[in-house]
């Protein structure tokens, strides 16, 4: 862990051409082991290995479906493609201004989905019938566990070691450069110490927001090291709860204050999308609640302190109110 936060934090450092070329090795390395696996997998089902056979049974089995089923799993369908979002925060760094943002993000999203139904459901194949595994390591290790039976130990080396590694450090790539400058946006803009808006004169980055992260995550994965679960069950649920507001802020801006009337986009699809994501933050753990309510609790005090000292600097109030 400290290997991979020294080398994120030293990218992301060096600017953000740097990162992005970066990123973009590691993602070109590790599209060809995908690649590698779905090729290997369709062969291996192609010659009924382990007695797989092509079928859309893993897409739709009406004796295991359930709608209980699906929202059990939301929760771990957001936390496994939380990063799309990451892309609005390099808005200002990027070119083409919104709409590069909006369709990338929208792009993004469509491949990721494709790629991971692609691989989950080949990997379904090797295991027809199979609807659990174990608790513990044969859990944890099935897919690799899978990508043995396809291609012997190399390819679950393959997918296993470098894959994992080279996955990780785009992570935590992309999650760093992103916190950094959300720090960085909101220091500008007053709500966290003018200190953390520093930007380097030469690299153009947030150096001091990036130390900032970089510092953190060490205390957290050393705090932390054990309680995995816990913080995965945190970071979803901090998502889904800034999913949730998304969905709502989209009805407030556009309906709310009469700056559109598309319907559809504008109130439908975004009231269903709050209902959704509700019902999952519903039935998250306890835990994840307990932890989550108290950030939220800290925010809601910030944000009485940062309105309070609005309100005492003369004409400073109604400016403030409109950003909120």
Not at 60 to 65: I, K
């Amino acid at each position: 862990m400290l290997v991979l936060l020294a080398i994120a934090t030293l990218v992301n450092y060096l600017g953000v051409e740097t990162t992005t070329r970066m990123n973009i090795a590691l993602l070109s390395i590790q599209i060809v082991i995908l690649f590698i696996f779905l090729g290997a997998g369709v062969f291996a089902v192609a010659h009924h290995v382990g007695g797989a056979h092509f079928s859309l049974a893993p897409f739709y089995n009406p004796q295991e479906f359930t709608p209980k089923l699906v929202f059990s799993a939301l929760s771990l369908a957001v936390l496994s493609f939380l990063g799309f979002d990451a892309i609005s925060t390099l808005s200002e760094e990027t070119k083409g201004g919104p709409s590069t943002v909006g369709r990338a993000t929208v792009l993004s999203l469509c491949l990721v989905a494709a790629l991971f139904v692609a691989q989950t459901w080949l990997a379904s194949l090797f295991v027809p019938g199979r609807t659990h595994f174990p608790a513990g390591d044969a859990t944890n290790a099935a897919f690799y566990d899978i990508a043995a039976l396809i291609g012997g130990y190399t390819l679950k080396f393959l997918v296993a070691v470098p894959y994992i590694l080279l996955s990780g450090l785009a992570c935590a790539l992309t999650a760093q450069a992103a916190t950094a400058r959300l720090l960085f946006s909101m220091a500008r803009d007053g709500k966290l110490p003018r200190a953390l808006a520093h930007v380097h004169p030469v690299r153009k980055v947030p150096e001091r927001a990036v130390f900032l992260v970089a510092a953190v995550t060490l205390v957290l994965g050393m705090f932390l090291v054990g309680q995995l679960e816990l913080l995965a069950s945190m970071v979803s649920f901090g998502a889904l709860i800034s999913f949730l507001l998304l969905h709502l802020s989209v009805c407030v801006h556009f309906v709310g204050r009469g700056k559109g009337r598309n319907w559809l986009r504008h109130l439908v699809l975004p009231a269903i999308g709050f209902v959704i994501i509700a019902y999952v933050l519903w039935n998250a753990e306890v835990s994840a609640k307990i932890a989550g309510g108290l950030w939220i609790a800290v925010g809601l005090v910030v944000l009485f302190w940062l309105r309070r000292n609005a309100f005492s600097q003369p004409g400073s109030a109604g400016s403030f109110w409109q950003k909120l």
